[in-house]
């Protein structure tokens, strides 16, 4: 094979990848959306039935003191369906970002395979003295896989500390309210 065949199917299989990687993820992040439109259709729902019926037993109330202190039972069930929501969704966009990073390792791995294998084969047809105009664009590839690799790392690192950061949140909200919920009582 010459070397402007070999260019061209090498340049022709990195545009079918690309086309393949980048099928992959619209596919992965319109099953996201749709989670999460689902999940805020549920949630939007579940809030017009809550209102209702909070509306109903607020307008029960005898007297202020009733009307505050129905007022303030509804605090905790609403900080936990509100917790609920934020997990819900911070569970969405974790599978989401894991499952698009699962896709793009696997795709940028074969393509740096095949870049790799392709420079291996234009390498031994290289003209003498080019030595080292190779090893720096195999040193160029080897960087740009690091780079990919520490910030994949770093991705899911700022995944996980989101996650966390909104456990603990949802957490501290819970407590909130089940303190408000219990001053109001006395």
Do not use: C, W
């Not at 749709?34 to 005898?62: D, F, H, R, V, Y």
């Amino acid at each position: 094979m010459s070397s402007t065949e070999q260019f061209s199917t090498a340049a022709r299989n990195q545009l079918e990848s690309q086309l393949s990687l980048t099928t992959t993820l619209t596919d992965k992040m319109i099953d996201s959306m749709e989670k999460m439109m689902g999940l805020n259709l549920q949630a939007a729902k579940a809030t017009m039935e809550t209102t209702l019926s909070s509306a109903q037993k607020l307008l029960s109330a005898k007297d202020p003191q009733e009307f505050f202190s129905l007022s303030a039972a509804q605090a905790q069930p609403q900080a936990e369906v509100a917790m609920t929501y934020g997990r819900h969704l911070a569970s969405i966009a974790s599978s989401t970002q894991i499952e698009l990073s699962k896709a793009a390792e696997t795709q940028i791995s074969e393509n740096n395979r095949k870049l790799v294998s392709m420079f291996d084969e234009f390498s031994k047809s290289a003209p003498a003295g080019s030595e080292n105009a190779v090893a720096m664009i195999k040193s160029a590839i080897e960087n740009a896989n690091t780079g990919y690799e520490q910030l994949t790392k770093t991705t899911k690192m700022a995944v996980e500390a989101i996650e966390t950061n909104m456990n603990a949140a949802a957490s501290q909200m819970t407590q909130a309210a089940a303190k408000a919920s219990g001053r109001s009582k006395k």
